[in-house]
């Protein structure tokens, strides 16, 4: 696919005709980010990445490459800095549309220290938007996040459940990034946006090239899990069995991290088109099934056949008790859906786990 792509492009290019449209993905050397490009790589996009590196490493790119053949263009800075993002701007002409994941991400930390995250995560997209404005870029995905729903009343979750008040400084980062994003829409009638509401995120890509690098200690469950396993930690604590669920244990909608990945091509090719049917769309990004913490441990040791040494402990503050999604907007307006198996998607997490150990 790629060898075709790049002979098809040199083909046109004697022609001056160029194919590819160029899409910038601020994070791209992040979890979801690094997913993301190979993707849009594969489906025949060239891309950019921003990121400053300061929650991931260089070396992504050699994993992206190693995948897809290419090695995406890389700019490293930080996005606050709105002169630094319109020298970019300056520099790049020909973005057709931006895929915003860079934001800080660690739940608890953001309790301690809210600032950081208000700084980082809210003026990076108003550098974002002011660029688009400044650059007449028109399109525009945002990475966003279920727990703008909080403990939702009705379950599964549809675009239209009331957003709750934040339970955390970064929560509440996404909620105001969307109302940011709504507002400048209503005063710019050029700029669309599809915001993507991702539920639990987890697995890696099935060559184990890239996936998820925590640094330090993990907060997420699978992380966790995989790092128990390895014999990096300890033990697995799983917080709380005492939840309104079937086994007490809390209860998530666990999508693979390449499923989603895959929506966020068909989100842009959505805007590219024009096929979008509002200024603003969300879409709840999740399989539909919701999966508890002993489910997980329970799949994760039967396609592994490693017995996890874990405990139960008390509840975490701030967790909610279950959320899953309805998928069925997702489904029908951008004729996508979680295809990869939750065992699947756990043994890509191992594999991957295992491949860092070898490093
Ligand atoms: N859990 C454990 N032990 C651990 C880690 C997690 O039992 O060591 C449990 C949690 O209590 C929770 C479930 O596993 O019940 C999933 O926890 P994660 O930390 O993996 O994910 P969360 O659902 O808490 O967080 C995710 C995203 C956040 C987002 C949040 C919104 O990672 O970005 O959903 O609910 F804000």
């Known amino acids: 696919m790629n060898i075709v792509f790049t002979i098809f492009d040199k083909i046109l290019f004697k022609n001056k005709t160029i194919v590819k449209k160029r899409i910038l993905v601020t994070g791209g050397t992040g979890y979801i980010g690094s997913h993301t490009v190979v993707e849009l790589q594969n489906s025949g996009f060239d891309v950019i990445i921003i990121d400053d590196l300061s929650n991931s490493k260089i070396e992504v790119l050699n994993g992206i490459e190693k995948i897809t053949g290419i090695k995406p263009v890389f700019e490293q800075f930080d996005l606050t800095d709105i002169d630094k993002c319109k020298r970019f701007f300056n520099k790049y002409t020909d973005i057709e549309a931006i895929i915003h994941f860079a934001a800080y991400k660690a739940v608890g930390e953001s309790v301690e220290k809210p600032l950081k995250y208000y700084r980082n995560n809210l003026l990076s997209l108003m550098s974002l938007l002011e660029s688009m404005q400044t650059f007449s870029i028109r399109n525009l995905v945002f990475s966003s996040s279920c727990t703008i729903y909080g403990q939702p009343e009705k379950l599964p979750v549809t675009e239209d459940a009331p957003v709750q008040e934040a339970i955390s400084p970064y929560g509440n980062t996404k909620q105001i990034a969307e109302e940011i994003i709504r507002d400048t829409i209503k005063t710019d009638k050029n700029l669309k946006t599809i915001a993507l509401r991702y539920f639990n995120p987890i697995g890696a890509h099935p060559s184990a090239h890239i996936g998820e690098l925590p640094i330090g200690i993990p907060n997420n469950l699978i992380p966790f899990v995989t790092q128990t396993a390895i014999g990096i930690r300890e033990q697995l604590r799983v917080f709380g069995n005492d939840?309104?669920?079937?086994?007490?244990?809390?209860?998530?909608?666990?999508?693979?991290?390449?499923?989603?990945?895959?929506?966020?091509?068909?989100?842009?090719?959505?805007?590219?088109?024009?096929?979008?049917?509002?200024?603003?769309?969300?879409?709840?990004?999740?399989?539909?099934?919701?999966?508890?913490?002993?489910?997980?441990?329970?799949?994760?040791?039967?396609?592994?056949?490693?017995?996890?040494?874990?405990?139960?402990?008390?509840?975490?503050?701030?967790?909610?008790?279950?959320?899953?999604?309805?998928?069925?907007?997702?489904n029908k307006e951008l004729g996508w859906q979680a295809e990869k198996s939750l065992d699947e998607t756990l043994l890509s997490a191992w594999k991957w786990e295992k491949r860092l150990s070898e490093e």
């Open 243 to 330: 939840y309104n669920t079937p086994d007490g244990t809390a209860i998530r909608d666990y999508i693979n991290v390449v499923d989603l990945a895959k929506a966020h091509v068909i989100a842009i090719e959505r805007l590219l088109n024009n096929n979008n049917k509002k200024a603003f769309e969300y879409f709840n990004l999740g399989t539909g099934q919701g999966v508890s913490v002993l489910e997980i441990i329970n799949s994760f040791e039967k396609v592994t056949g490693i017995k996890l040494n874990y405990k139960i402990v008390d509840r975490r503050a701030g967790d909610i008790e279950k959320v899953w999604a309805d998928t069925s907007f997702a």
